[in-house]
Nanobody
Framework: QVQLVESGGGLVQAGGSLRLSCAAS????????MGWFRQAPGKEREFVAA????????YYADSVKGRFTISRDNAKNTAYLQMNSLKPEDTAVYYC????????????????WGQGTQVTVSS
């Protein structure tokens, strides 16, 4: 079990940047793979990015490759999503996720979810 709290969401103009943070508590953070999902109005929740427990592997949805970067700082029990070159279609509620297996995150079935944080990208 791990508890996740996102922060860093907000409103930004197209082409701008935001960095989301996900602070974890509970079980040892370094034992968990971490990920990010998003859900836009009227759309299904979709996978955005994932990172393995040791940070050795990262995974991205095609729609964000080259623009978003997932990272983690195990000493701070925190994962990050750096979002650059934001587009209006990136507007969504972004959710942090954690699981002992990155495969569970990539398949859309993480054990733990954060509460979500709104990201709005204006035209």
């Amino acid at each position: 079990q791990v508890q996740l709290v996102e922060s860093g969401g907000g409103l930004v103009q197209a082409g701008g940047s935001l960095r989301l943070s996900c602070a974890a508590s509970g079980r040892t953070f370094s034992s968990y793979a971490m990920g990010w999902f998003r859900q836009a109005p009227g759309k299904e929740r979709e996978f955005v990015a994932a990172i393995t427990w040791n940070g050795g592997r990262t995974y991205y949805a095609d729609s964000v490759k080259g623009r978003f970067t997932i990272s983690r700082d195990n000493a701070k029990n925190t994962a990050y999503l750096q979002m650059n070159s934001l587009k209006p279609e990136d507007t969504a509620v972004y959710y942090c996720a954690a699981d002992i297996s990155s495969a569970n995150i990539r398949s859309g079935k993480p054990t733990n979810w954060g509460q979500g944080t709104q990201v709005t990208v204006s035209s």
